[in-house]
């Protein structure tokens, strides 16, 4: 499944991060990819303990604990400290790759299991040309570009790219879930069936509420959680 979240960050923090990325200092990508995908990355990032990426993540993380439809969508049981990349100039793109299994946060040895990526687009799409998260899903490619502030989650299991940035910046923030239901499509079930009930919810009167087909369906919302998560 992929999903959109608009509105991830408010203007305030979007602007707050920028300002902290755009005067910090970068480094060559490659320093976290894997064997197969150094061959294929061709970007900057920010060092993973610098002030600027520490503050920055810290906003990303405050951001995410606001926001519903990331906690129904990843069911998150941890996440990968954010961090941050760029393309533009002679560092412009990402070839096709499938992201490592396992991601270690090195200040710790702390591990995750990455069930589900997460991108957070930084600058808007009028900014650059090309840079499009292009992933290859059940359906076919998709071509990703969101305005600045959304993010797109998607399965980690999927093959993708990022196209190369011919023209402006793109900025980007970028980490990894291990979701507390590893499964994709039950993941997505538990997802859909949640939407269903807000929908139910909305639809009905609120002096209906104690006994009718949304506690049922409530029920066994929780019921399956509770057969396939695993905190
Ligand atoms: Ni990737």
């Given amino acids: 499944m992929l999903l959109h979240l608009p509105h991830v960050l408010s203007p305030e923090a979007l602007a707050r991060c920028r300002t902290i990325v755009e005067t910090a200092d970068w480094e060559d990508g490659r320093i976290t990819a894997g064997t197969q995908s150094t061959q294929v990355k061709n970007n900057r990032q920010l060092p993973e303990e610098s002030q600027a990426a520490q503050t920055a993540r810290a906003i990303v993380l405050a951001s995410l604990s606001t926001c519903a439809l990331f906690f129904t969508g990843a069911l998150p049981k941890k996440i990968f400290p954010p961090l941050f990349n760029r393309y533009d100039g002679a560092a412009n793109s990402f070839g096709n790759h499938i992201d490592n299994s396992i991601r270690t946060w090195a200040a710790t040895g702390a591990h995750v299991r990455t069930d589900l990526s997460a991108t957070l687009f ?99 919302y929780h019921n399956l959680l509770r057969m396939w998560a695993d905190t």
Avoid: N
Avoid at 180 to 187: E, K, N, P, S
Avoid at 192 to 197: E, G, K, L, T, V
């Fill in 122 to 220: 930084l600058s808007d799409p009028s900014e650059y040309e090309g840079g499009e998260l292009v992933i290859e899903d059940t359906f076919g490619k998709q071509a990703i570009k969101l305005a600045a502030g959304d993010m797109i989650l998607y399965p980690s299991s999927s093959l993708h790219q990022v196209a190369p940035v011919t023209r402006g910046t793109r900025l980007a923030s970028f980490f990894w879930i291990e979701s507390m239901v590893r499964d994709d499509a039950q993941r997505k079930l538990l997802f859909d069936m949640d939407m269903a009930i807000m929908a139910v919810r909305a639809a009905e009167s609120a002096d209906a509420m104690d006994s009718t087909p949304a506690v049922q369906l409530t029920g066994c």
